[in-house]
């Protein structure tokens, strides 16, 4: 009797046991540095209830301020299946002024240097899974989306500063259960398919240098613009800019241009074209004065150094085979929702002197495009992890005679998965390398930036 006694006393104890355990939940901190307009930003999201805190060099810590709390954000429309579910805390610290170093965790993070020598430059990183294109990319599979690869990679270059230039999220569907290649990736705008997307496969060059971001049309508010908001803009939090509400998305889908020096005489120039990428902007356009006004505040800015590069997601033109419709021609350069305005502002120079390099991404491929006329080069770099183009042909190659045709005086692409560097020659900044990698770091193409030329080895 006193055995069976003492057994229900274990087992009683066991099952009181089993009720009050519950499994510990893994603290989950991801920290990284945002650059904005004149200021560095160190972030940190976290799953704690808490911030956590900061040693700026050899000061006492000091706890993080949340920037945004967590969040379950009802579906905007029906069309969005699930609620926007954010739940972790964005938390940020704007990095005081004279400090060299700031300590979250173990993790050490450093301002660039005043004269930046090293940039890395990728672009439209995301898995595709968008089921109104009937469109799922094999997101477990890292050849097909070799995302991870490309970040190990960039962080072994040692960049002093990185720029994405835009598309960040695209798990915007489910990935149906037939599919081996996607199954189980999270999806939505919430935090879940953010972390699988972006912050899980960036954190090796997250944890490297500072990032500056350029808005792709992944991230306008009836996308993934409450991720935007919450985790990489750069202005202070504003709950009317944060796509939360459809009816504010006025102001969120808006965000002013930006320059960040790379120099004493270089700096890197952020337009936000997010909004309108396709559609040619006319007078029309509710949205045309905020344009106008920011491409007079880019000509502001621009005059204030020597060297400037003007970063869009959308490239103000991007070759491509000529669909039939529309030419004759093998190639044709498509304009973007802004090319027309910039024309009817600046004429063919659309952006004027002393802007003289513009970079991209949208566009799934590397190319690097010089101009017959009086123009800013420009880079498209949105190869590096989205689906490819589908160009149906193994390489473009442009004839002397389609040169002359397209005003084009040099060329070069490469229509596979890479990154590329931004390094610096010189000692003022007006001369720089544009080197394209593929995704196992490997040199492909050196192209001399100077004036208005980018030409390629
Ligand atoms: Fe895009």
């Not at 599979?141 to 040692?158: C, E, G, I, S, Y």
């Not at 919430?190 to 960036?202: I, N, R, S």
């Not at 908001?229 to 889908?253: L, Q, V």
């Not at 070759?319 to 529309?326: S, T």
Request: hydrophobic share 35%; with cysteine.
């Amino acid at each position: 009797m006193k055995k069976l006694i003492l057994f229900g006393v274990l087992l009683g104890s066991f099952f009181s046991l089993n009720f009050v355990y519950s499994a510990p939940i893994t603290e989950y901190l991801q920290p990284y540095l945002v650059v904005g307009d004149n200021q560095f930003i160190l972030r940190a999201i976290s799953n704690s209830s808490t911030c956590p805190s900061v040693q700026w060099d050899s000061q006492p810590p000091e706890i993080m301020k949340v920037r945004v709390n967590e969040g379950k954000i009802p579906a905007r429309n029906k069309s969005e299946l699930i609620d926007a579910d954010f739940p972790i805390l964005t938390c940020e610290l704007v990095w005081p002024k004279g400090v060299k170093e700031g300590k979250i965790n173990q993790q050490v993070f450093k301002l660039p240097p005043s004269e930046i020598k090293k940039i890395v430059v990728v672009g439209d990183t995301g898995c595709r899974l968008k089921a109104a294109e009937k469109f799922y990319q094999d997101c477990n599979d890292q050849v097909k989306w070799p995302l991870a690869k490309v970040m190990a990679q960039a962080a072994m270059k040692n960049p002093d500063l990185v720029i994405h230039v835009g598309d960040l999220h695209y798990r915007e569907s489910p990935c149906p259960e037939s599919l081996g290649g996607c199954k189980d990736s999270p999806w939505g705008y919430g935090y879940d398919a953010w972390k699988a997307d972006f912050f899980d496969p960036a954190k090796p060059l997250l944890e490297k240098a500072a990032w500056v971001y350029v808005r792709g049309n992944h991230e306008v508010c009836s996308r993934a613009g409450q991720g935007w908001h919450r985790f990489i803009d750069t202005n202070s939090w504003d709950e009317k800019r944060s796509c939360n509400n459809p009816a504010n998305d006025g102001h969120g889908d808006y965000s002013e241009p930006f320059s960040v020096s790379l120099g004493k005489a270089a700096q890197f120039i952020v337009f936000d074209s997010s909004k309108n990428g396709a559609k040619q902007i006319t007078e029309k356009d509710e949205s045309f004065l905020i344009y106008l006004n920011q491409f007079k505040k880019i000509e502001q800015l621009a005059v204030n150094k020597r060297f400037n590069i003007f970063g869009s997601h959308h490239p103000l033109n991007i070759l491509l085979p000529a669909k039939k419709k529309d030419s004759e021609s093998e190639y044709q350069l498509y304009p973007t929702g802004f090319t027309n305005l910039l024309a009817s502002l600046n004429g063919e120079e659309l952006l004027k002197s002393p802007i003289n390099l513009t970079i991209h991404g949208h566009n799934h491929i590397f190319e690097a495009i010089t101009y017959e006329m009086n123009r800013p080069a420009e880079i498209v770099s949105g190869n590096s992890g989205s689906s490819l183009e589908e160009l149906n042909i193994p390489e473009i190659a442009l004839s002397e005679v389609q040169k002359k045709l397209l005003k084009i005086k040099e060329f070069a692409s490469y229509q596979n998965f890479g990154f590329g560097t931004l390094e610096r020659q010189d000692d003022n900044g007006e001369q720089w390398l544009f080197t394209e990698f593929d995704i196992n770091g490997k040199s492909l193409l050196k192209c001399n930036v100077s004036g208005r030329t980018v030409i390629c080895k």
